[in-house]
C-alpha cells in the first residue's frame, strides 16, 4: 500500500491507538495532528501505526516530519530540554576512532555493541585485523536525525563519508541494525552486513533458530535480519505483541514508564533471541533474558554491560589492536 503522509485523511478505526501504549496514554490517534505535535519528543519512532493503518497512513514518519518542523520553528534547535549530552556526544560524535583503519574494509561497530559488549566487540577487531579488515568507531546520525536535526543529520553523513574516504575505505561491515538501515541508502560506500562478512570469511557457527525480537527498522521488511537466516538452524519465530524495545525514538527520557513497561514486556517471554546490542541491554536490564545472536554465532559469552555502558563508550576512543 502506497505511504499516505496526511493525517487529515484517517478515517478514526482506532487501530493505531490499539496498538500504541503511548497514543493510548494520550488517548489519540494519528488523525489528532494538534495534539500529537505537541507531544512528537514522546514518540517512540517504532513505526507500529504504520503497519496496522488499513488506509496507509505513515505515522512514524509524520510525526518525525513534525519534529522537523518544530526544529525550523525553533530557530534549528530541538525545542525540548533533555538531549543536550546526546547532541554534544553525537552531531560530531567525539568518541570516533580511526586509528585501526589500516585497511580498505573495516569493521564499523557503532556505538552502542562495543557499549555493551565491550570484550566481543575486541574479539572482533582481533578475529578481523588477521583477515586484514581495520575497524573504525564513528556514530551513524542516526539519533540526531531522528531528534529532527536535518541540517546536523546531512553534516554527519557528508562527514562520515569524507572521513572514511580520506583513510582510503572502500567497504564497511556494519553489526548493528539502526545503522545498517541509515547508512546503507544514503551512504556512497560499499556497505555489508557483519553477517555476510562472517559467512564470506567462514567464521561463526550455525545456532539453533528460536524466539527473535526484530528490532524497529526490521518490521515488514528484513534488511539486516535476512543476513543472519544462514546461520540459523530451523526457523525462527517471531515476537509478537512488543510494541518497541523501549529505546526508540529517543522517547525514553519523555516516557520513562512506558519505556520500562515496553521492555520488561519480555520477562514473561523465557529466552529472546535479538540482534541489536540495545533491545538486548534494555531487556537484560528490565528482567528479561535476551541473547544478542552475533554472540552465540561467534560462541561469544558476555552480559550486556549496562553499568559501565557509558565508560565503555568513552574508552573505544583509544582502542588500538
Ligand atoms: S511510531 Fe510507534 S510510538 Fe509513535 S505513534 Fe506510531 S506506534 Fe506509537
Ligand atoms: S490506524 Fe490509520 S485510520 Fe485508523 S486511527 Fe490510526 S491513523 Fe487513523
Not at 554472540?295 to 549496562?306: A, Q, T, V, Y
Request: charged share 30%; proline share 4%.
Amino acid at each position: 500500500m502506497e505511504k499516505n503522509m496526511n493525517p487529515d485523511d484517517c478515517i478514526h478505526c482506532g487501530k493505531c491507538k490499539k496498538n500504541c501504549l503511548f497514543l493510548q496514554k494520550y488517548d489519540i490517534d494519528i488523525g489528532d495532528k494538534e495534539k500529537l505535535y505537541e507531544l512528537a519528543y514522546h514518540c517512540f519512532l517504532c513505526g507500529e501505526c504504520s503497519k496496522v493503518c488499513p488506509i496507509g497512513i505513515d505515522g512514524k514518519e509524520i510525526i518525525l516530519e513534525m519534529r522537523r518542523r518544530k526544529v525550523r520553528e525553533n530557530n534549528g534547535k530541538v525545542p525540548e530540554n533533555g538531549y543536550s549530552l546526546l547532541q554534544f556526544e553525537k552531531k560530531d560524535y567525539i568518541y570516533k576512532n580511526y586509528k585501526n583503519s589500516t585497511n580498505n574494509t573495516v569493521l564499523f561497530p557503532g556505538c552502542n555493541f562495543p557499549s555493551l559488549f565491550p570484550k566481543t566487540t575486541k574479539k572482533l577487531m582481533e578475529i578481523f585485523k588477521k583477515h586484514g579488515i581495520g575497524t573504525v568507531f564513528d556514530c551513524c546520525g542516526k539519533p540526531i536525525s531522528e531528534l529532527g536535526l536535518t541540517k546536523e543529520e546531512g553534516e554527519i553523513v557528508n562527514r562520515l563519508e569524507k572521513n572514511l574516504k580520506k583513510h582510503n575505505i572502500e567497504e564497511i561491515i556494519i553489526l548493528c541494525p539502526n545503522c545498517y538501515a541509515f547508512l546503507k541508502p544514503v551512504l556512497n560506500i560499499k556497505i555489508t552486513s557483519i553477517y555476510e562478512k562472517l559467512q564470506e570469511l567462514g567464521i561463526g557457527e550455525k545456532i539453533e533458530a528460536g524466539k527473535v525480537y526484530p528490532t524497529c527498522q526490521e518490521r515488514g521488511n528484513f534488511p539486516m535480519f535476512g543476513k543472519i537466516e544462514p546461520f540459523l538452524d530451523g526457523e525462527a519465530s517471531f515476537v509478537e505483541g512488543i510494541q518497541c524495545c523501549g529505546l526508540g525514538g529517543c522517547a525514553s527520557s519523555k516516557e520513562p514508564e512506558i519505556s520500562s513497561t515496553m521492555a520488561g514486556k519480555t520477562k514473561d517471554l523465557g529466552k529472546v533471541l535479538t540482534f541489536c546490542a540495545s533491545c538486548t541491554g534494555i531487556f537484560d536490564r528490565n528482567g528479561g533474558d535476551a541473547e544478542h545472536i552475533l554472540l552465540k554465532i561467534l560462541g561469544e559469552e558476555e552480559n550486556p554491560d549496562s553499568k559501565k555502558s557509558m565508560i565503555n563508550r568513552i574508552s573505544t576512543r583509544w582502542w588500538k589492536v
